[in-house]
């Protein structure tokens, strides 16, 4: 019905929040029930008091009344005035209430005649005090006045009367009398009854007889006087009768009138109070209903909340606690990889039906991931197995690549060296221009095999990097030196930029660093048809920290004018088996294995390779390489010229209109001071004869063509000065060279040259000689001249023929004598019968015992001073430190180089004298 959690716990908590209200309602109306009871109750209360103290104040009347009745005191009055008023004010207070409460009506009629009677009462009162005020006077007026004038007359009679005379008795009698009289009055007077009524009665009636005898005796006073004692009594009898009447009326009054009113008002009282008592306790029973009412409610409002709060504890165990332990339970078991035994699926529409359905999802995706893992597992063994495979395969087919190229190698090696000797011979034209064609082909041939070497020891793991002190500026001029012959088949020129300040000595792997560059080169010469091709060398010192070995960050940019790649052939020109574009091949051939072998080798030397090119516009190949500093001097000092100075002209920077050029800007890192002229400024000095030129002068010409006859005068005129002259031009200026020879020029050097080579050339200007070194490297009669002959008798151990005639024939042109033996064992045994052999070379494969075995059993057998060095077409330095160990002296790789040969012959052999 909710289909959401929240619409639940709403629900939920609108339930308890009803309940809570509810609870505090019925609270609180129990609670306002009560208070109106009780103030009901309170106010009851109260006007029973004031009921009650009703009764008092009647009887407090009455007890005035009484008072009043004894001494007629104003005090009294007033008092009684005092509490009327009060009743009145309850009376009318009460009424008030009953009017207002649900006090039965009839009280209200009661409290009405309450308040009559209190009226009567009050005007009976009122006339008690006159009445009383009435019954004064007559008693004093009407009878004690009378009383005491009777007795004072017949005092002044019986004053007038002898004793012994008769009527003195009688006088005297009745003034007794009369004393009686008033005696009884009083007597009345305090006590109204009937026995002192009849006293006065019988005394008067005593008065008047005796009156009554005296009047009729002659004896009497006076007529006169016996009038007004007869007046007088009569007075006293009608007074007298006049009081009992007005206290007869005051007595019925006061005894049956006002005490009928206050006991009627008494009654009405008690009457109203039982009705308020019983009033309240109506009230109290109510009250007492209303709290067991209220205790009732409140029990079943709790037994209703607590019946509720269980079911809302049981909803909430059943929908919310039970299902989220189930999917707390779920998810930890998920979370820790384990499948769900139960099904675990819901129909609830709700957060927790979601929750449980995603918890199931989870789970299929669980148990899909397990299949998953433990298939990719099982294709991962598989595959690691595949690997493995691959890897046994790969590595068999690098072995086997490197084998075979070392088995291509050495008959190569045999096939180059036979055509080299053939080209000494004296043959037809044609028969050595097909030589020409072989050895070109077969050096191609080499170049490829030796690289498919290369990159399968690569591939294999190795290849390794020598750590050696090498002379970079060498290694420049050998690489260099070779690829300007390419450069000058193609008319290219070549040109090297080397900072003089470049270290002389490195630590690295020389023969490497040749590789890169010789790859990097040729590829340049390959691929640039007109223009030139430039080796920028440039260095810094290397960041290291202090205890390290100073080193330096070699750059060598080689920049052609070539064809230039296009930006997506350049993102996969490193790549192995990679050529720019398909015709590349074709047009240039190649195996695209340069650029890839270049880039392992500069990776596996720690440094970096970089291209950046424009097609039909050429490419720089940049080489960062990290060497250690074995040497930290310069390869050149500055150039203290014993000139005078430096005059540079270039006129080829003259014909374009530069001023500043190439030429001029590697001079001024040569020489510190250099003065630039040009044509019409030497003409200038010439025409005027002051030369600026002294004898000490040096005059530096850049051309590289021919000069022009104007040229041509200043230069013989200059030379007929007798300055020191020098020419540079570039490496295909050839015919330059022998014109300017014939003008008589000798000093001319060719690019491309290295700040070593230039400062060797301009300190030999004095034994002027051309520098013809940049050619040493053409092809040449390969006879050795006399100054490279040595004296010696060598044992040559190979097993190979042809390597047999290539090395005895490189030997005999050294002047050597030689045997050969063909394998280690041949040769200890020729060793030991004769033992007079000034050097063995040693092929290190050989049958039957190799050149290694041969070694260790030489030295063994006491050849301890034997100059044995080792030959191998392995170029690896396990090879080296091999040769090391078993005790060879020295180890060369093949093919085998004349000029390497020579380095060892010179090393351990003399010279033969010329
Ligand atoms: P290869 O020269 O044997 O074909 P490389 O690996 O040395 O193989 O060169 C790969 C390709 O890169 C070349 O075939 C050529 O297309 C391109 N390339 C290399 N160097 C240059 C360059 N200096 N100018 C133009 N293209 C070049």
């Known amino acids: 019905m909710f289909s959401s959690l929240k619409a639940q716990l709403a629900v939920i908590f609108s339930v308890i929040l009803g309940l809570l209200f509810w609870q505090q309602y019925m609270a609180y109306k129990s609670q306002e029930l009560l208070t109106e009871e ?350 493995q495979r691959a890897e046994q395969a790969a590595k068999a087919k690098s072995m086997f690549i490197a084998n075979m190229s070392h088995e291509i190698r050495t008959p190569m090696n045999g096939i180059i060296g036979l055509v080299n000797l053939l080209k000494q011979k004296a043959l037809p034209t044609e028969t050595l221009d097909y030589l020409d064609k072989i050895s070109y082909s077969s050096n191609i041939l080499m170049s490829v095999i030796n690289d498919i070497l290369d990159f399968s020891k690569i591939d294999a793991g190795k290849m390794e990097i020598e750590n050696i002190p090498f002379s970079p500026a060498n290694a420049f001029e050998n690489v260099i030196g070779g690829l300007s012959i390419k450069a000058l088949e193609k008319q290219l020129n070549i040109r090297c930029y080397m900072p003089p300040n470049l270290p002389k000595k490195l630590i690295g792997d020389e023969v490497r660093l040749s590789q890169i560059l010789l790859n990097l080169g040729n590829n340049a010469i390959k691929f640039t048809n007109t223009g030139s091709v430039s080796f920028i060398i440039n260095w810094q010192y290397a960041q290291t920290n202090e205890q390290a070995e100073p080193s330096i960050l070699l750059t060598i940019e080689i920049v052609d004018t070539g064809i230039g790649i296009s930006e997506e052939q350049q993102e996969h020109i490193f790549d192995d088996f990679t050529q720019a574009d398909g015709s590349t091949s074709r047009n240039y051939g190649g195996t695209g294995l340069g650029l890839s072998i270049s880039k392992k080798l500069v990776t596996l030397m720690d440094g970096d390779i970089d291209i950046n090119s424009t097609p039909a516009q050429g490419s720089t190949f940049k080489v960062c390489l990290p060497f250690d500093i074995a040497t930290n001097e310069p390869i050149t000092e500055p150039l203290s010229v014993n000139f005078g100075s430096v005059c540079l002209w270039d006129i080829e920077a003259e014909k374009n209109g530069n001023k500043s050029s190439n030429n001029i800007n590697l001079m001024a890192q040569y020489f510190t001071d250099i003065h630039v002229v040009d044509e019409s400024l030497i003409e200038r000095f010439i025409e005027q004869q002051e030369s600026k030129f002294n004898k000490n002068d040096m005059l530096l010409i850049f051309t590289n063509n021919s000069l022009n006859e104007q040229q041509k005068y200043i230069v013989s005129t200059l030379l007929e000065t007798g300055i020191s002259m020098a020419i540079c031009t570039d490496i295909n200026a050839q015919q330059l060279t022998t014109n300017l020879n014939t003008l008589g020029i000798k000093n001319i050097i060719h690019h491309p040259f290295h700040p070593v080579q230039f400062h060797k050339f301009i300190t030999g200007m004095h034994a002027p000689r051309v520098m013809e070194k940049r050619f040493k490297d053409m092809p040449t009669n390969d006879i050795s001249p006399e100054e490279n002959r040595y004296k010696g008798h060598i044992l040559l151990v190979e097993d190979n023929k042809i390597n047999q005639l290539v090395a005895g024939s490189m030997l005999s042109n050294f002047g050597l004598s030689y045997d050969v033996a063909e394998d280690g064992e041949q040769a200890v045994t020729k060793l030991q019968n004769n033992p007079e052999y000034d050097l063995v070379f040693m092929d290190v494969q050989m049958p039957v015992l190799d050149g290694y075995g041969a070694t260790i059993k030489l030295r063994e057998s006491g050849f301890k001073d034997l100059i044995i060095c080792g030959l191998s077409a392995n170029a690896m330095r396990s090879d080296f430190e091999r040769a090391k160990e078993v005790g060879m002296n020295d180890y060369l790789t093949k093919p085998i180089d004349k000029d390497e040969v020579e380095l060892i012959l010179q090393k351990y052999l003399t010279r033969q004298s010329i």
């Open 38 to 387: 009780l103030s009901n109750s309170e106010v009851l209360a109260r006007k029973m008091i004031s009921v009650k103290t009703l009764e008092k104040d009647v009887i407090d009347l009455q007890r005035n009344v009484l008072i009043y009745k004894e001494n007629r005191s104003n005090s009294i009055i007033n008092r009684f005035i005092v509490i009327m008023t009060s009743i009145n004010q309850k009376l009318a207070d009460i009424k008030l209430y009953v009017d207002n409460s649900s006090i039965n009506k009839n009280q209200s009629n009661a409290i009405e005649s309450m308040q009559m009677h209190l009226t009567s009462y009050q005007e009976n009162f009122d006339t008690v005090v006159n009445v009383l005020t009435l019954r004064d006077k007559i008693l004093n007026d009407g009878i004690l006045k009378h009383v005491m004038e009777l007795q004072d007359d017949l005092s002044k009679i019986l004053n007038t009367q002898e004793n012994e005379n008769a009527n003195y008795q009688h006088y005297s009698k009745l003034l007794l009398l009369t004393h009686q009289l008033q005696l009884s009055i009083y007597e009345y007077k305090f006590i109204s009854n009937i026995e002192n009524k009849a006293k006065f009665n019988s005394a008067l009636k005593q008065v008047e007889s005796i009156l009554a005898r005296l009047d009729s005796s002659e004896l009497a006073h006076s007529q006169l006087e016996h009038a007004q004692l007869a007046q007088h009594v009569k007075s006293i009898s009608s007074g007298f009768f006049k009081y009992s009447q007005v206290t007869q009326n005051y007595f019925y009054l006061v005894n049956v009138v006002m005490s009928g009113s206050a006991n009627e008002f008494l009654y009405l009282t008690q009457k109203l109070s039982a009705e308020a008592q019983s009033h309240l306790n109506q009230n109290k029973t109510a009250l007492n209903t209303h709290i067991k009412q209220a205790k009732l409610q409140s029990s079943a409002i709790f037994i209703v909340s607590v019946f509720l709060a269980l079911i809302i504890i049981l909803v909430v165990i059943k929908q919310l606690i039970v299902p989220i332990q189930k999917i707390t339970k779920a998810i930890d078991m998920l979370a820790a990889d384990e499948t769900l035994e139960e099904e675990f699926t819901s129909t609830r529409n709700d957060e927790i039906g979601h929750l449980i359905r995603s918890a199931n999802i989870f789970n299929n995706k669980n148990i899909k991931t397990t299949q998953l893992l433990i298939e990719s597992q099982q294709l991962n063994e598989r595959l690691g197995i595949e690997t």
